[in-house]
């Protein structure tokens, strides 16, 4: 099975900070990488697919980069509607993966 | 607009049955694969189920193997999950999601149901 881990696992940050959280996987992936957000008590929503492309309504202060082993996830410039858990997810090949998942919460 | 409901959640004793449903609407469901995802209690997500549009394929993650079964209905637009000999590690949040076109990322979930497994 693929394994994959982000980091941090906890995220501290104010309105208006740029933020990163990095993906790796146990081995490479391409570029089939997912990342979620998900609120408390609310189903993830898909905000970036094929590690880059972001999804149709998400607003463009999210973007994600990498391939192979490698990903980022960054927020440009953080808003109060940004607080929440992000998962990685790859979809390379079964079984499909989740990362263990990174709280951004408020400073 | 997608819609994706789950039901079916509740309270089960260890080694009891649960079937869960999730009803759609707003698409062409057979032409869709599906999948179930579940997240026990301040825990990650973990894929569990998956199925295709005809109703094979079907994929299960090795904790679920032989316990569950995913199913569809697609006159009824309706997908299922059979669980049985639960565990107490089997209490989670449980969603549909649907797998986007192409690719095996979900691209719309459902709110969940709630399955707790305690004696």
């Known amino acids: 099975d693929i394994q994959m881990t982000q980091s941090p696992s906890t995220l501290s940050a104010s309105v208006g900070d740029r933020v990163t959280i990095t993906c790796r996987a146990s081995?490479?992936?391409?570029?089939?990488l997912a990342w979620y957000q998900q609120k408390p008590g609310k189903a993830p929503k898909l905000l970036i697919y094929?590690?880059?492309s972001l999804e149709n309504g998400v607003p463009s202060r999210f973007s994600g980069s990498g391939s192979g082993t490698e990903f980022t996830l960054t927020i440009s410039s953080l808003q109060p509607d940004d607080f929440a858990t992000y998962y990685c997810?790859?979809?390379?090949?079964?079984?499909?993966?989740f990362g263990q998942g990174t709280k951004v919460e408020i400073k | 607009e997608v819609q994706l409901v789950e039901s079916g959640g509740g309270l089960v004793q260890p080694g009891g049955s649960l079937r869960l449903s999730c009803a759609a609407s707003?698409?062409?469901?057979?032409?869709?694969?599906m999948n179930w995802v579940r997240q026990a209690p301040g825990k990650g997500l973990e894929w569990i189920s998956y199925i295709t549009g005809s109703g094979s394929p079907i994929y299960y993650a090795d904790s679920v193997k032989g316990r569950f079964t995913i199913s569809r209905d697609n006159a009824k637009n309706s997908l299922f999950l059979q669980m049985s000999s639960l565990r107490d590690e089997d209490t989670a949040v449980y969603y549909c999601a649907r797998r986007t076109g192409g690719y095996q990322y979900f691209d719309s979930w459902g709110q969940g149901t709630l399955v707790t497994v305690s004696s």
């Open positions: 081995q490479s992936i391409s570029r089939w």
């Open positions: 707003g698409f062409t469901f057979s032409t869709y694969s």
């Open positions: 094929e590690a880059s």
């Open positions: 997810q790859q979809y390379t090949s079964y079984p499909w993966t």
